[in-house]
C-alpha cells in the first residue's frame, strides 16, 4: 500500500505539478517582442523618433530577453532567475521611453509588471518600486517639466496592475493546489481499487467452486479459474461447450437447457441450490449445486447477478448411498422382526404361562413393536422406499378435533411426568380430507416433540380452527424452541438441532411428507428460548371437489 501511495504521488506531481515555466516566460516575453517590433518597425518609417539610436539599442535588449525566454531552459534554473527577463525588459522599456518621450511608451511597463508580480511577493515589491523608480529617474532625465501630478498616474496604474496580478498568481497556486491534492487523492483511491480488484480476483481463483458474474444483458463479465473446470456440464457458458446430457436434482428427469439455472438467471430469477446433475461423452455422471442472486449497485438498480456452483457429486452420491443402506437395511429387518413378533404374541397365547415369563413377553412384545415402528418410520422416510408417503395415504373425511383430543389424552401421561400442562382449544367441529391414521401420526409427533423439548412444568397448548376450506392445527410449546438457521433444516430427514434428547430426526419430515401429500402445508415460528408453534393446514374438501 505504501509503495501504491508513493507512485500516486509521484504520478500526479508529473502531470499536474510540472511548471511549464519555459512557455510561459516565452509566451509573455513574445508578446512584448511582437509590440516592440511593431512600434520598432513603425516609428522607423515615420522618423518620429526623437533619439532612433537609443530606441533600437532598448529594442534589442527586449529582443535579447525575447531569445533568452525561449533559449533557457527556466524550468530546470532556480524559480527566481526567470525574474532576469522581466527586469531586462523594465530597463529596455525605460530606454524607450527615454528616446521618445512623448510616445507613452510608458505603458509597455505594465508587461513585465504583470510578469514580476505573478512570480511572488519578491517579484511584486520589485515591480512597484523599480519601474516608477525608473519612470521618475526618466522624468528627471527628460527634456519636459520632471514633476506633475500627472506623472503619479503612471507608478499607480503599474501599482494596480502588480497588485492584480499578484492576487490572481495566488489564487491560482491555490487552486492548483487544490487541483493537485485531489488529483493524488483520486490516483490513490484508484491504485487502491486496482488492488483490490486484483485481490478479490487471486481470491476467487483459489476456491474451489466456481464464481460467474453476469452483466444486466446476461453476458459473463467475470468468471473465476474454477468455472473452467465445470464448464462442459454449463451449457450456455461457453460457445463451444461440448453436448452434455442435464438431468434435474432427482438424477433421473432429463433437463432442458432452457432451465439450466444459468439460462434461469439470466432471465432475471433468483435460487438457491439447485441441483443438476450431468453426464458427459464418457459417461461421468456429476451433480452442481447452483445459487444465484441479483446484484444491485450504489443507487439502487439492478447491475446484474452473480451465479456460485459448486460441485456437489461426492456429497450426493453418499446421500443415496446412505438413502439406499438405510432402505435395505430397514427393508432387511421388518421380515425376521414380524416373524418375532408373531411367535412372541403365540408365545403369549400358551396357557400355564407364569406370571413372570408373561410380563417378560410383553415387554419384548411392546419393544418388537416399537422397533417395527421405528424400521417403518425410517422406510417411508427414504427416497428410494417403494412405501413413499404419498403411496401410503388414503384420505377421506376425518374429524380432526377427535384426532387433536385423542392424541393429548393418548400423551397426557408423558406430559404430567414432567409437569407439562396440555390444553386443547378451538372449534368443536372442524374435519379435513384426510387419512385419519397418517393425521394422528402428525399430531403424536408434534405433541412428542412440544412436551419432549419443553422444559420441565412448561405447558404445550394444541389449537384446532377451521373456515370450512382449511383447517388449521396449531401446536404451541413453551419449550427450547429452535434457532433462526435450523427452522427450515427441521423437515429434513435425519435432522436434529439438539443432540441432548432422543430422537432419530425422522419425525418432522415424515409428518412434512404426510401433510405435503395431503395438498397441505407445515410450518414453524419459533423464539429460542421461548418457544416454537408448529402450524398443520389442511383443505376441508377432496382437491377435485375443490375444483368442481
Ligand atoms: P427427533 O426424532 O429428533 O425429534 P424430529 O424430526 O421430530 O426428530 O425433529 C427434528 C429436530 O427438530 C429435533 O431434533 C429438534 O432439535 C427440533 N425440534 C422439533 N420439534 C421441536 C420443538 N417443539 N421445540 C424445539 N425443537 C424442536
Not at 518621450?101 to 515591480?127: C, E, Y
Not at 461423452?281 to 451465479?307: C, E, K, P, Q, Y
Not at 409427533?445 to 420441565?456: H, S, V, Y
Not at 441432548?500 to 425422522?506: F, K, T
Request: glycine share 10%; with cysteine.
Amino acid at each position: 500500500m505504501k509503495r501504491l501511495t508513493a507512485t500516486a504521488a509521484r504520478t500526479s506531481r508529473a502531470v499536474f505539478r510540472f511548471e511549464p515555466r519555459d512557455r510561459v516566460a516565452a509566451g509573455n516575453q513574445l508578446l512584448l517582442c511582437g509590440i516592440v517590433a511593431v512600434l520598432f518597425v513603425g516609428g522607423m518609417t515615420a522618423g518620429t523618433l526623437a533619439r532612433p539610436g537609443l530606441f533600437s539599442l532598448s529594442a534589442l535588449g527586449v529582443g535579447v530577453g525575447g531569445i533568452a525566454a525561449l533559449a533557457v531552459p527556466w524550468t530546470r534554473l532556480p524559480a527566481g532567475w526567470v525574474a532576469a527577463v522581466p527586469i531586462l525588459d523594465v530597463f529596455a522599456i525605460a530606454g524607450m521611453r527615454l528616446s521618445d518621450p512623448p510616445g507613452g511608451l510608458g505603458l509597455l511597463w505594465a508587461f513585465p509588471a504583470m510578469w514580476l508580480a505573478s512570480l511572488g511577493r519578491a517579484g511584486l515589491i520589485v515591480s512597484c518600486t523599480l519601474i516608477p523608480g525608473l519612470y521618475w529617474v526618466v522624468l528627471l532625465m527628460g527634456p519636459g517639466p520632471a514633476f506633475t501630478p500627472a506623472t503619479l498616474l503612471l507608478p499607480l496604474v503599474i501599482v494596480a496592475i502588480s497588485a492584480a496580478g499578484y492576487g490572481s498568481a495566488r489564487r491560482f497556486a491555490a487552486q492548483r493546489d487544490l487541483l493537485d491534492a485531489q488529483a493524488a487523492r483520486l490516483a490513490f483511491a484508484r491504485a487502491a481499487a486496482v488492488r483490490q480488484e486484483q485481490l478479490v480476483s487471486e481470491v476467487l481463483d483459489t476456491v474451489d467452486f466456481g464464481v460467474v458474474r453476469l452483466s444486466v444483458g446476461g453476458d459473463i463479465v467475470y468468471e473465476n479459474d474454477a468455472v473452467g473446470r465445470f464448464s462442459n456440464a454449463i451449457p450456455g457458458l461457453h460457445a463451444a461447450s461440448v453436448r452434455t446430457v442435464l438431468l434435474a436434482e432427482d438424477g433421473r428427469t432429463p433437463m432442458d437447457a432452457f432451465d439450466h439455472p444459468l439460462a434461469r438467471v439470466r432471465r432475471g430469477e433468483t435460487f438457491e441450490d439447485v441441483v443438476v446433475w450431468s453426464t458427459d461423452a464418457d459417461g461421468r455422471r456429476s451433480a452442481l449445486s447452483f445459487t444465484a442472486r441479483r446484484l444491485i449497485d450504489h443507487r439502487g438498480a439492478d447491475s446484474g447477478a452473480v451465479v456460485v456452483a459448486r460441485d456437489v457429486t461426492a456429497e450426493r452420491e453418499a446421500l443415496r448411498a446412505r438413502d439406499d443402506l438405510v432402505a435395505s437395511v430397514s427393508h432387511e429387518l421388518r421380515t425376521p422382526l414380524t416373524s418375532v413378533l408373531g411367535y412372541l404374541e403365540l408365545a403369549l397365547d400358551e396357557e400355564g404361562l407364569s406370571e413372570r415369563a408373561r410380563r417378560y413377553l410383553d415387554t419384548a412384545l411392546g419393544s418388537g413393536e416399537r422397533l417395527l415402528a421405528i424400521v417403518a418410520d425410517i422406510l417411508s422416510a427414504s427416497r428410494s422406499s417403494r412405501n413413499s408417503v404419498e403411496s401410503t395415504v388414503s384420505a377421506r373425511e376425518t374429524d380432526v378435533v377427535e384426532i387433536v383430543r385423542a392424541s393429548a389424552v393418548s400423551l397426557t401421561p408423558l406430559a404430567a411426568d414432567r409437569v407439562i400442562k396440555l390444553s386443547v382449544t378451538g372449534a368443536d367441529r372442524a374435519t379435513a380430507f384426510a387419512d385419519p391414521g397418517r393425521l394422528r401420526q402428525v399430531v403424536d409427533n408434534l405433541l412428542g416433540n412440544a412436551i419432549k423439548f419443553n422444559r420441565d412444568g412448561g405447558s404445550v397448548h394444541l389449537d384446532v380452527d377451521t373456515d370450512g376450506h382449511r383447517t388449521v392445527i396449531t401446536v404451541t410449546d413453551t419449550g427450547i424452541g429452535i434457532a433462526e438457521e435450523d427452522r427450515e433444516r427441521v423437515f429434513e430427514r435425519f435432522f436434529r438441532a439438539s443432540d441432548d434428547v432422543g430422537g432419530n430426526g425422522l419425525g418432522l419430515a415424515i409428518s412434512h411428507d404426510i401433510v405435503t401429500a395431503h395438498e397441505g402445508s407445515l410450518t414453524v415460528t419459533s423464539e429460542p428460548g421461548v418457544g416454537s408453534t408448529f402450524r398443520v393446514e389442511l383443505p376441508v374438501h377432496a382437491p377435485e371437489e375443490v375444483t368442481q
